[in-house]
Each structure stands twice: as structure tokens, then as C-alpha cells.
């Protein structure tokens, strides 16, 4: 029985850092139908061009993205600034090897966009410089406090702002992904997990205590389409406010 009230704790098979093969690359192939189906491309894609398009007079925008997985996002983001004109430079951050090889094995632009593996959930996982660092479905991992020191953390670092796109739980999105996902040509870790991580989520009221008691005064969350909130982040280090 869905319980939407209380945060699910349990593993996806994905956060087994040794998982490999056919299985990882299947998967990692259907998240990447999942994020263009369900919209995390194109509400991710918005958010970074509304921020370079805030910020004009960066001559070459640096972007992170934590938990890459296979890539997906940064492919997409990438072609997508290249197209109105944007330049920019790219480090996607996993923490299973075998996903970072995948993302390096379809990397079509070695020289702007470069893959690393490191536990982005251990506490002493220094946060790269950046101007802006982006997240998609990865920061339920963390545990309510960890993910308060992580916002803590990046508040510290130079990095100038940061959009996670993120679920927000819900009983009707638990099931609308359990009927679409039977439908779409994806594996069956990613539709399993896919429910595990609805209910891992975090809710729009939770988020917004985590990112108040990290200290952080400037931030917004917007919900979009298919459950989805989009949040942003102002640190201290931008001049303007998004």
C-alpha cells in the first residue's frame, strides 16, 4: 500500500554502484526515454537557458550535473545551447563507474563535456566549482539531514547557482507511472525503481524546510507538469536574483 504521508526508504537496484552490463546499459537507456517522455528534458532545458539568458555576460557558462547517470541531460542541454548560441562546458558526476563509461563511450563532444565517478553521498565529496550546478531525481538520496549539509556545502563553494529537478511524491503519480510505464519500451529495473523513487521523494513542503534550515534566503520551487517541481537555488555568489 502507498503511504504518500511518509518517505520511502528503500534501495533502488540502480544504487548498487557495482551493477554493470547489459542490465545498467538497458536501464540508463530507458531512463533516457523516461526523462524525454515525462518532461525532465524539456523543464530542465528551460531553467538552464532561463538562467544563461539572466546572466549575458558569461563568455563560457561551466554546468555540473550530479548524478549523471548516462548523460542524457547533458546531451540534451548541450545540443540545446548550442543551438541559440550559448557557449558552454560540461562535467557530469556519477558514482557507479560503469554508468560514467557509458556517458564517455556517447560523449559527442569530448572537448566541452568531460565524465568523473565519485560518491557524491559521502560527506567528504568536495563539491566542484561551477556556475551553475543542476540535479535531476537524485537528491532523494540523501537523508533529510545529509541533504541540509549538502546545501550547506554548496553554499560554501563558488558556485553561482544551482536547479535540481526533482518528483514531488504523490499517491496519483505512484500510479499514473505504474500504468504508463507498462506501455513505455523501458526495463523493468527502471519501472521498478521508477516507483521506488516516487516514493522516495521528497514533497514541496519538506523540500522548502530542508532548504530554509541549510540557510538558504534566496530559492524558489516550481511545480511543472507530470509531478515534477523545478527548484532553484540563489547563492551568494550571483549579482542577480532569478
Known amino acids: 500500500m502507498v503511504n504518500p504521508e511518509v518517505r520511502l526508504h528503500t534501495s533502488e537496484q ?3 554502484l557495482s551493477l554493470s552490463g547489459k542490465a545498467l546499459n538497458t536501464t540508463l537507456r530507458s531512463l533516457g526515454i523516461i526523462n524525454r517522455f515525462l518532461g525532465n528534458h524539456q523543464q530542465l532545458n528551460k531553467a538552464v537557458v532561463h538562467y544563461t539568458k539572466t546572466y549575458p555576460n558569461t563568455k563560457k557558462i561551466h554546468i555540473l550535473d550530479l548524478g549523471c547517470g548516462g548523460g542524457d541531460c547533458i546531451l540534451k542541454i548541450s545540443k540545446k545551447l548550442k543551438k541559440i548560441g550559448i557557449a558552454a562546458s560540461f562535467k557530469g558526476i556519477d558514482g557507479n563507474p560503469e554508468s560514467v563509461a557509458y556517458a564517455l563511450q556517447n560523449n559527442p ?28 531525481h537524485f537528491i532523494y538520496h540523501f537523508k533529510n539531514e545529509d541533504l541540509i549539509d549538502f546545501l550547506k556545502k554548496i553554499k560554501s563553494k563558488k558556485v553561482k547557482h544551482v536547479i535540481f529537478s526533482e518528483l514531488y511524491r504523490s499517491k ?18 527502471a519501472k521498478k525503481d521508477g516507483l521506488i523513487a516516487i516514493q522516495r521523494a521528497f514533497t514541496v513542503k519538506e523540500l522548502k524546510e530542508i532548504i530554509e534550515n541549510s540557510g538558504i534566503k534566496k530559492y524558489s520551487i516550481i511545480k511543472k507538469p507530470f509531478f515534477r517541481m ?11 536574483t532569478i
Do not use: G, Q, R
Open 14 to 16: 540502480l544504487d548498487n
Open 109 to 136: 563532444d569530448p572537448l566541452s563535456i568531460d565524465y568523473s565517478t565519485a560518491d557524491i553521498l559521502s560527506k567528504k565529496f568536495i563539491i566542484p566549482d561551477c556556475d551553475l550546478l543542476i540535479s535531476s
Open 230 to 240: 523545478i527548484v532553484k537555488i540563489h547563492t551568494n555568489n550571483e549579482t542577480n
Open 172 to 189: 496519483v503519480a505512484y500510479y499514473i507511472f505504474k500504468h504508463i510505464s507498462s506501455i513505455l519500451p523501458i526495463s523493468d529495473m
